[in-house]
């Protein structure tokens, strides 16, 4: 709670950077319980805001406190499957959609979602946003990401990383938590950059977060910028 609205205003902050403005339509994937909202409404742009979460208190809550005095901030439950944190949803993540057929945005955005996601969900949602972007669109993702650089710290642990991927899933992911990968799930860079090229987004570092104990940075998670070429 003490970082709510820390971190809200730097979620704004990132999206700003990355050229939202006033009259934006937005898609807020994974919005929990309106950190980016909240922040939105007190600090940030004037935007026509959609959020979707997997969680429906959460969704029931900003629903009753947010939309209920900002009738331009909209909340939508979708009912998506999730090992970690939606174990008996009724969509699959890896082919059903998460936003209304012909819905479209210019800017979206997903904080701390493909952390916890394996890759061929991460490959649907970013199909669907492709599909919900308008072609200008931009979509700012986080996610743990490693590279020649950082593999061997991030492996023992000795860049003092609270986060050390220790556990192997494949040959481009490891993951934090041996009983359960969805905790934090890391991926490689370059494997990222082609599923997003699959995809038909060209994909960029904005921030390599302090996750890893490598880089000095005001980011948690490594930033990521997926734009239409």
Same mark, same amino acid.
């Given at each position: 709670d003490e970082t709510f609205v820390s971190i809200g205003k730097y979620e704004v902050d990132i999206l700003v950077q990355a050229c939202l403005t006033d009259g934006i339509t937005l898609l807020d994937v994974g919005s929990g319980?309106?950190?980016l909202a909240y922040a939105l409404i007190n600090m940030g742009p004037?935007?026509?805001y959609t959020g979707v979460d997997i969680l429906r208190k959460h969704i029931t809550w900003c629903q009753?406190?947010? &939309?209920?005095?900002?009738p331009n901030f909209v909340f939508n439950h979708? #009912?998506?499957r999730n090992d970690r944190y939606n174990p008996n949803g009724a969509l699959d993540a890896k082919t059903d959609c998460f936003i209304s057929t012909g819905e479209t945005f210019d800017f979206s955005c997903l904080f701390s979602v493909f952390t916890h996601m394996y890759e061929?969900?991460?490959e649907n949602y970013l199909r669907t946003i492709w599909d919900a972007l308008e072609d200008t669109g931009v979509c700012i993702a986080t996610f743990f990401l490693w590279n020649e650089n950082r593999i061997p710290q991030i492996i023992t642990g000795? &860049?003092?990383?609270d986060l050390p991927m220790r556990?192997?899933?494949? #040959?481009?992911t490891i993951y934090h938590n041996e009983a359960d990968p969805l905790h934090?799930?890391?991926y490689e860079q370059d494997f990222i950059w082609g599923l997003a090229k699959k995809v038909g987004f060209e994909a960029s570092i904005v921030e390599y977060g302090a996750w890893a104990g490598i880089e000095k940075s005001s980011s948690f998670q490594d930033v990521v910028r997926l734009s239409k070429p």
């Open positions: 319980y309106g950190r004037k935007v026509d009753d406190e947010i &939309s209920s005095r900002n979708v #009912d998506i061929e969900e991460i000795e &860049s003092g990383t556990h192997k899933l494949n #040959d481009h934090a799930i890391c």
